[in-house]
Each structure stands twice: as structure tokens, then as C-alpha cells.
């Protein structure tokens, strides 16, 4: 088992761009999330999903979107990143929140 | 709202013990947490408490008391590789939304 994988991970992006995210879990778990790290602090939940065509917003969803056709994939949407967003982002898997949650390696992002 | 209170930061020496505080706030709660994050790494799992006490795994326990909205994660025989950042965090209501304290960073000296 490959566990949780997030491409890529580095990226630099110019104010304005857009790209995205890839998360993808081969665990066969029904619940996955994005979170957000800042330097020097924990982790914010962007968006999270229960299964598959079912998506909720975190604690900060705004300038981001997702969408989960599969179980598997669970890709992020930046659609106009700012300097804001400068950040390491982590997708994590579980079978649910009162489960051990397996995140990914990371993705680093700067917007300049 | 969600929110979590642990300590910023912890030093002690090899072969210690520390004790990491996690005070929460939450509307209906589903369990508490604990993830460990070494620099430029991923979280990585260490305990979940549902029910009031002490889990015990390896040298690490983690407590709960959710009368007082409290828990605790204990680190005994205190190793270098310990040095890391400790995450406290518990679900939402609807136990969908995972939230995370700001993290205890603990640094091990020999």
C-alpha cells in the first residue's frame, strides 16, 4: 500500500494562478480532508469528505474548492491564489475523525 | 466554535518525563487526539481517548477527563527523537470536523 499521496510537492505560483492539488489514498477509507500549516502552528481544516460525491467546508474554505468522484481521489482547487495561501498543505485519510487519521507528505506552496 | 489550549513549547532532558496539557472547547464532542509532527514531516497518530482515563502505548499515555474538557498526552523515558511538535485535537458534533490545537513543540537535551 502506497498509504496517502499528494502531488506535488513543491510548487511556486504567481499571484492569480490557479492549479491544483492531487491527494490520492489507496486505503479504501470513506473520510478525507485538506488541512493548511503555517509556520510555527497546527493544523486548519480547509474542506473534508465522508465519501464520494460528498464534500463539506472546514474552518477555512475560502479561495479553495474540491470535488471527490472517487474514494480514492480527493483533489484541491486553488482558483486565484494570493500570497495568502502561502503554505504547506496535508490531505489525510481515515475511515472516520475517531480513527487514526494517515496524512500525506505535503505539498509546499508559494504564491509570490 | 472549536478550541483547543496546549502549551507552545516544553524542554527537558533525555530520560524525563513530560506531560502535555489539552484544554478544549466543543460543541458535542467526539474524542481526543494526539498526533506528533517531527520538522518537515507529516502528522503521525499516536492515541485517541473516547472514554474518561488513561491509554497507555509504549511510553507514551494519553488521558482524558471530559468533565473538565481536559486531556493529557505523558512522555516518559524522554528519547532524542522525541524532540517534535505534539498536536491535541478533537471532532465536531457531527464528528466530520477534526480540529487542531496550535501544538507543543518539546525539545529533548541530552
Known amino acids: 500500500n502506497a498509504g496517502v499521496t499528494q502531488t506535488p510537492k513543491f510548487q511556486v505560483l504567481k499571484t492569480g494562478q490557479s492549479m491544483t492539488l492531487q491527494c490520492a489514498q489507496d486505503?479504501?477509507?470513506?473520510?478525507m480532508s485538506w488541512y493548511r500549516q503555517d509556520p510555527g502552528m497546527g493544523l486548519r481544516l480547509i474542506h473534508y469528505?465522508?465519501?464520494?460525491?460528498?464534500?463539506d467546508q472546514g474552518e477555512v474554505p475560502n479561495g479553495y474548492n474540491v470535488s471527490r468522484s472517487t474514494t480514492e481521489d480527493f483533489p484541491l482547487r486553488l482558483l486565484s491564489a494570493a500570497p495568502s495561501q502561502t503554505s504547506v498543505y496535508f490531505c489525510a485519510s481515515s475511515y472516520s475523525t475517531k480513527n487514526e487519521q494517515f496524512f500525506g507528505p505535503g505539498t509546499r506552496l508559494t504564491v509570490l | 466554535g472549536q478550541s483547543l489550549e496546549q502549551p507552545s513549547e516544553v524542554t527537558a532532558v533525555e530520560g524525563a518525563i513530560v506531560q502535555i496539557n489539552c484544554t478544549y472547547q466543543t460543541s458535542g464532542f467526539y474524542g481526543l487526539s494526539w498526533y506528533q509532527q517531527h520538522d518537515g514531516g507529516a502528522p503521525t497518530f499516536l492515541s485517541y481517548?473516547?472514554?474518561?482515563g488513561l491509554e497507555e502505548t509504549g511510553r507514551f499515555s494519553s488521558f482524558l477527563s471530559r468533565s473538565d474538557s481536559y486531556g493529557y498526552l505523558l512522555l516518559q523515558e524522554l528519547q532524542m527523537k522525541d524532540s517534535a511538535s505534539y498536536f491535541c485535537?478533537?471532532?465536531?458534533?457531527?464528528?466530520?470536523?477534526?480540529?487542531f490545537g496550535g501544538g507543543t513543540r518539546v525539545l529533548v537535551k541530552p
Open positions: 486505503m479504501n477509507h470513506e473520510y
Open positions: 485535537a478533537v471532532g465536531s458534533a457531527a464528528g466530520n470536523k477534526l480540529t
Open positions: 481517548n473516547a472514554l474518561d
Open positions: 469528505s465522508v465519501g464520494a460525491g460528498i464534500t
